[in-house]
């Protein structure tokens, strides 16, 4: 099943909890704090696989965690760091992380961060100071990143065969490859676009079947918007025609059709290599509608073949060869539009508002402070109130107007205000 758009959820590994320990050996007083502290999350990875051809694999799960780290131990031990999460995908995959985009993958065995893991909580020996010699004081692991991405798969091929429904692409592809698409004598058989790997005078090279094109494609009719962007990344387009006119339809409408439509999508297809190919020469009375399309187009090259019979493909073929042979007149970088700027936004340490009598403390920081700190700690307690008093929180929340016994809620916590 091909699979080219799929959204999935994915979480880092939270870091392990720092300990609080003590050595305890004979003849050594005063050993000291000796906690260790938590290993680090697993981070989650995208990687490009060469053989990966769609996302069905990823669709099958809604969410991917990676591993936690593990706790801290005594003796100055660190946790074990959590396993990283390394997730494959095809060549031309787009990633869109909370809507906006994150990378274009098109390297083989490229890789890239998705979420990163949470950090390791620290122990009491990390605490340990000239003046605080005893510290009985950890921190909790940093929760690991949660994120949803958007997959979208944009097929790498070096030719592209695109033409209107049952026009002849999938029987040439499996007449120049050893791809075997589905074949029958009705519209919109092809339902899914089909690659082959075409092998001619030692050099190999893939083609995309493109399922049929109709008028209106570019705004979605037919199976339109579904397909024609998996054309965006290759480098020679070939137009199949039908040039038997069977059912009624002239060769040259049909060209004019499909070329319009490809303008319409994206003003980049236009640019690439574009070969003509009139098919179903096999068939009566095809001469004349060729002779008719030539006069339309007297300087185009134009190749007459037939896909069932295998007349004229070889040349077409060559064609092929010869134009990939050249450097490319385009860059795939501007086929994708409207790709986001990393923006570097200034954000305070916190912000303070008022919802129905509670005071609402928001943050980054102030946040990570909460989820790392163990309030069933009396030294950790007082170290977290000393650092959101210097912050600011507690003038901030004056000036709101808070009193004693109101409720302040920073995060997932609640605490009273006094």
């Known amino acids: 099943m091909f699979i080219d758009k799929v959204t999935i959820f994915l979480r880092a590994g939270c870091g392990g909890d720092g300990c609080v320990s003590f050595r305890r050996e004979k003849y050594v007083p005063y050993g000291g704090p000796d906690g260790g502290n938590g290993g680090r999350g697993g981070d989650i990875y995208f990687e490009c696989d060469t053989q990966k051809t769609t996302l069905l694999d990823l669709s099958y799960t809604a969410k991917f965690e990676a591993e936690d780290g593990q706790n801290g131990l005594s003796n100055n031990k660190f946790g074990k760091s959590g396993k990283d999460l390394i997730l494959k995908v095809p060549l031309g995959t787009l990633v869109f992380k909370n809507g906006k985009f994150c990378a274009d993958l098109k390297i083989a065995n490229e890789r890239i961060l998705v979420v990163k893991g949470g950090r390791g909580g620290r122990g009491n020996a990390s605490f340990k100071t000239a003046r605080y010699t005893a510290p009985r004081i950890s921190e909790k692991g940093e929760p690991g ?121 994206s003003k980049y297809l236009l640019k690439k290599h574009i070969i003509i190919a009139l098919n179903k020469i096999d068939l009566p009375n095809c001469q004349e509608h060729i002779k008719k399309f030539r006069k339309y187009l007297r300087n185009k090259k134009i190749f007459e073949i037939s896909a069932a019979t295998g007349e004229g493909v070889d040349k077409l073929i060559i064609e092929m060869v010869k134009i990939l042979e050249k450097p490319l007149a385009f860059k795939f970088e501007e086929e994708i539009e409207d790709i986001s700027v990393k923006e570097y936004i200034y954000q305070p340490e916190f912000q303070v508002n008022v919802e129905n009598g509670v005071f609402i403390v928001t943050g980054t920081k102030i946040e990570m402070l909460t989820k790392m700190t163990k309030f069933n700690e009396e030294e950790a307690l007082r170290r977290y109130q000393n650092i959101i008093k210097k912050m600011g929180l507690e003038i901030e929340l004056g000036k709101m107007g808070v009193k004693s016994g109101d409720t302040v809620k920073i995060g997932d916590f609640e605490f009273i205000f006094k």
Do not use: M
């Open 145 to 265: 990143e949660a994120t949803e991405v958007n997959l979208e798969l944009l097929l790498i091929a070096q030719v592209g065969l695109v033409g209107l429904p049952n026009s002849g692409k999938s029987t040439l592809l499996s007449q120049i490859s050893a791809a075997r698409p589905k074949i029958a004598d009705y519209p919109f058989t092809t339902l899914t676009p089909n690659l082959g790997v075409v092998g001619y005078g030692g050099k190999n090279f893939v083609v995309a079947d493109i399922p049929g094109i109709i008028e209106g494609a570019h705004i979605g009719r037919g199976l339109g918007l579904e397909f024609l962007r998996h054309i965006k990344r290759t480098n020679i387009l070939v137009y199949i025609i039908d040039a038997s006119a069977t059912d009624g339809s002239s060769p040259y409408v049909n060209y004019k059709v499909l070329n319009d439509e490809l303008r319409k999508y």
